[in-house]
C-alpha cells in the first residue's frame, strides 16, 4: 500500500495493539493484586476499551487498502488489457498472427509483475518504518552525570517517601548514609518496604519525594544508572543462549579470561559455551543465582543492591563496593558492617550487629526468635 497517510495509520495501528498488549499483560502478571484490590471490573473494562481502540486503530490501513488497491491493480492491468484489445484487432485484420501477440502481452507481463510486487514491499516497508520508529524513535532519557562515577561511591537517602497508590505510602521518610565500601543488611518484617527500597536505591522506582544519590549524583539523574547501581533481584532469569552469552549481557566486550574468572569467584562450575534454555541445559536454581551475581562481579558497578540473593553474594564481590543487601537470614545480616532495621515503612534500628544486640531492642527480639536462643547482656 503506497498512499502519503499510510504511515500514520500504520504507527496508530501499532501503538494500539501495543496499549492492548500493555492492559491484559499487566492484568495477567499482576492477578493477585488485581484480586486483592478489588480491581477486577476496572481492569476489565479497561480490556475491553483498548480492544476496541485496537479494532477501530485496525480498520484504517484496511480502509486505505481498499481504496488504493483497485486502482493500483488497474493501472498495472491497463497496459496488459491495451496490448490484448490491439492486438485482437490486428489478427482480425490479418496484420498479426495470434503468437506474435501472445509474445508481446506475456513481454508486458513479465515487466509489469515487477512492478506489482515492488509496490506491495513498499507497503511493507511503510509498517516496517512505523514499528522502527516506535524502538529507534525514542530519545535517551537526558542524564545530569558528569563524568564516570569513583569507583568506590558511597550512598546517600535524603527524606524519601514513596507509594505504589498515593493513599498509600509504603516509604515515610527514609534517611540513610552508606560510606564507600561499606556494606550495609537490610532486615525487617515481611512488607516493611525493603524489597521496594532496593528498587529506588537501583533507580528502578522514581521516589515521590526525597533523593537517592551514588556519589553525589541522583541516581534519576543518571545518564546510565545500570552502570553505577547493580541490582540482584529475588528472581534471576537466565536468557536462551550459552552461558558466555548470559554473562555478556553485563559486558559485551568481556574476553573469555573474565568470564571464567567472574564464574570462578561465584563458585559456578559450568563451561562457557554450555547452551542454556528450555530445549538445552537446564540449570538450577542455585546455578540461575550464581549466573546473576557473575553478571554482577562482571559489571563492576560502584554500587551493588542483593535483594535476598545468594546469602554469600557479598563475600564474591570485588572491595570497596558500596553494597545494601536484603536479607531474611540473620547470620547474613550479622555479617555486615551494620544492620538497618526498617518497620512499616521507616527506619527503626541501625548501627554494628553487636551493638544493635545489646541495645536489646527490636533487632535483638528478632535474632533471639531466629537463633532461638535469649541475647544475653541486652540492656533491660
Known sequence: ??????????????????????????????????EALGLGERRRRLVVERVARAAEASK???????????????GYHLALVVVLAWGAWLVVRGRADIGEV???ALFV????????????????????????????????????????????????????HFGYRPDRPVLHGIDLSVAPGERVAVVGPSGAGKSTL???????????????????????????????????????????????DNLRLARPDAPDADLTAALRAVGAHLA??????????????????????ARVVLKDAPVV???EALTDGVDVLPAGRTVVQIVHRLDTAARADRVVVLAD????????????????????????????????????
Open 102 to 104: 501472445a509474445t508481446i
Open 272 to 293: 562457557l559455551d554450555t547452551e542454556l534454555g528450555p530445549d538445552a541445559y537446564q540449570p538450577t536454581p542455585a546455578q540461575s543465582r550464581q549466573l546473576a551475581l
Open 198 to 244: 532496593a528498587m529506588l536505591v537501583a533507580g528502578v522506582l522514581r521516589p515521590d519525594a526525597g533523593r537517592v544519590a551514588v556519589g553525589g549524583v541522583p541516581v534519576t539523574d543518571l545518564a546510565a544508572p545500570r552502570d553505577h547501581v547493580a541490582l540482584v533481584t529475588q528472581e534471576d532469569h537466565v536468557f536462551h543462549g550459552t552461558v558466555a
Open 109 to 160: 507481463r513479465a515487466m509489469v509483475t515487477p512492478l506489482d510486487d515492488l509496490a506491495y514491499w513498499f507497503g511493507e516497508v511503510q509498517s516496517a518504518s512505523a514499528a522502527f520508529a516506535r524502538i529507534f524513535g525514542v530519545a535517551p532519557a537526558p542524564g545530569t552525570e558528569e563524568g564516570p562515577l569513583p569507583a568506590d561511591a558511597g550512598l546517600e537517602i535524603a527524606d524519601l
Open 60 to 74: 484504517r490501513p484496511v480502509r486505505l487498502q481498499v481504496r488504493w488497491f483497485p486502482v493500483v491493480q488497474a
Open 305 to 307: 543492591v542483593l535483594d
Open 345 to 380: 515503612g521507616r527506619v527503626v534500628e541501625h548501627g554494628p550487629h553487636d551493638a544493635l544486640l545489646a541495645a536489646g531492642g527490636g533487632y535483638a527480639d528478632m535474632w533471639a526468635a531466629w537463633s532461638g536462643r535469649p541475647v544475653v547482656g541486652a540492656a533491660e
Open 1 to 34: 500500500m503506497v498512499h502519503p497517510r499510510a504511515p500514520a495509520a500504520f504507527a496508530d495501528e501499532l501503538a494500539a495493539h501495543a496499549a492492548l498488549t500493555t492492559a491484559v499483560v499487566e492484568t495477567a502478571r499482576g492477578a493477585a493484586t488485581v
